[in-house]
């Protein structure tokens, strides 16, 4: 069975531009979390859906949004892109439910702001 | 919120040593993972373990709930261990992983 996946691999964008990130969950799985790692440091809780609804968010300004569609798949988008928002984007899928669980994580999205 | 501690900070260890690594929370968990990250970025499953004990080969975990710590064992390390360990925890009724701080392995030949 394929693992979780995230498009693009690497992306660069410039100050104040969008981006919009994707990621496809292990077969099976309803729930999605995004996480961004900054160099040097763990991985920070951004957003978590399960079926199709917000059930937690980190501490992240509004230009950080999310949605998760019919197919359980999920994009995070960033607005007005600022030069800290380089990391590396992460996203993991589990079963869900009323807890964590276990979390698979994606390969990642390395993002670099110029 | 939770506070995550990892130790030690960095490790240096010639091939075939052992080691462990500690993690302390600050709070009741329900979730706790350890992964290992390659210098590419991806987070590997190593252990789904918030309480007891597990081994997979060379690896095992104990967490100790109760105490608030977690320890991942590994044995006769190779140079393909090197790399970050992360601990995460996800407290009761929440939806995130809190992560520590790691810890950075370089292991020698």
């Known amino acids: 069975d394929a693992g979780v996946t995230q498009s693009p691999t690497h992306l660069i964008k410039t100050r104040g531009q969008h981006v919009t990130l994707r990621c496809s969950p292990i077969s099976g799985h309803k729930s999605v979390s995004w996480y961004q790692q900054v160099l040097g440091q763990g991985p920070q809780f951004i957003f978590q859906?399960?079926?199709?609804?917000?059930?937690g968010r980190g501490n992240f300004p509004d230009r950080f949004s999310a949605r998760q569609f019919p197919n359980y798949s999920s994009e995070l988008n960033v607005n007005a892109l600022l030069l800290g928002d380089s990391a590396l984007y992460l996203c993991a899928s589990s079963s869900g439910g009323t807890s964590i669980y276990e979390q698979y994580f994606g390969p990642g999205t390395r993002l670099t702001v110029t | 919120g939770i506070q995550v501690e990892q130790s030690p900070p960095d490790l240096i260890l010639q091939e075939g040593a052992n080691s462990t690594l500690r993690c302390n929370f600050s709070d009741s968990v329900n979730n706790l993972q350890w992964f290992h990250q390659n210098p590419w970025g991806q987070l590997i499953n190593l252990f789904y373990?918030?309480?007891g004990t597990k081994q997979n080969g060379r690896l095992s975990a104990t967490t100790v709930a109760t105490e608030r710590y977690s320890l991942l064992y590994i044995s006769s390390s190779q140079t393909t261990d090197s790399g970050v360990y992360f601990c995460?925890?996800?407290?009761?009724?929440?939806?995130?992983?809190?992560f520590g701080t790691g810890t950075r392995l370089k292991v020698l030949a």
């Open positions: 995460a925890v996800g407290g009761l009724g929440t939806y995130k992983y809190i």
């Open positions: 373990i918030p309480s």
């Open positions: 859906y399960y079926e199709k609804e917000e059930r």
